[in-house]
């Protein structure tokens, strides 16, 4: 897919290091033409992030707190600062309290509630609201990420998976806000990949292995395969896919019973 992003320019968000969904988006893009933004939240990340960006030959790096608008409206200020247009963004932004990725979901904190939902599906809400005026010219894609715990029962997975859930559902209404502007949304739903974030989930090398050993493909998702969709989705070739969950997951998602042999 060489060059079939050439011309066009995004922002990514969430990338914590090269292990990350984001990262492997991210690298993708760059190499099919893209130019590409990369937005950090603290120091710390930033520190992280400078090295991967300079690596795809980009130098724009703005500190975002999503939960914060004055920093939502200054993150993007500066994007608007620096490009009239933007053509994608991607957001590979979760968030829970690790102490209850583990256990069961009827012990969920209504603090934790409504921090998990806040970090992982309203600043979807919030970042497509401030990238809108930017795609209004030309169109755009809007992409998260999502996981199949938001419409099955994974265990330890919690209030993730509500969240997810409700994450899917914003993609949709997006999805129909944003068409007539030709502003396309989607989400993409890897299997389990071993990333930061996966870790936090307890159980996180059982779900990998299982799912290894079970899906259709017997494989787990790539951060190539996972970039590549990305690349699609924000192409040409996406023009016409909208309000949609796309998995990459070696077809996990379609079993009924695990494989004979892992009964």
């Not at 292990?19 to 099919?32: D, P, T």
């Not at 924000?234 to 004979?260: K, N, W, Y």
């Amino acid at each position: 897919m060489s060059d079939v992003l050439k011309g066009k320019r995004g922002l990514v968000m969430g990338v914590a290091n090269d292990r990350s969904i984001a990262w492997g988006i991210a690298k993708a893009m760059h190499e099919a033409g893209a130019e590409l933004a990369f937005s950090y939240q603290g120091e710390a990340f930033g520190k992280r992030v400078e090295p991967l960006a300079a690596s795809v030959g980009s130098d724009f790096l703005v500190d975002m707190d999503v939960t914060d608008d004055a920093s939502l409206d200054a993150g993007f200020a500066a994007l608007a600062e620096r490009w009239d247009t933007i053509d994608f963004l991607v957001h590979a932004i979760a968030f829970s309290d690790k102490s209850e990725l583990t256990g069961r979901f009827l012990n969920t904190s209504r603090a934790n509630f409504k921090n998990s939902m806040d970090i992982s599906v309203y600043s979807f809400i919030e970042c497509a609201r401030r990238a809108h005026p930017m795609m209004i010219e030309k169109g755009g894609t809007l992409l998260t990420m999502t996981y199949q715990g938001s419409n099955r029962v994974v265990p330890s997975y919690n209030v993730m998976g509500v969240a997810k859930a409700a994450l899917e559902s914003a993609t949709r209404y997006l999805a129909n806000d944003l068409g007539p502007e030709g502003i396309r949304v989607n989400a993409i739903s890897p299997g389990p990949m071993k990333t930061l974030a996966g870790a936090a989930i307890g159980g996180a090398r059982k779900t990998y292995k299982h799912t290894e050993q079970n899906a259709p493909l017997r494989a787990n998702a790539t951060l190539e395969a996972v970039g590549g969709t990305a690349v699609y989705l924000c192409s040409e070739a996406g023009a016409c896919t909208t309000g949609e969950v796309i998995r990459v997951d070696g077809g996990f998602h379609t079993l009924g019973m695990p494989q004979p042999d892992h009964l």
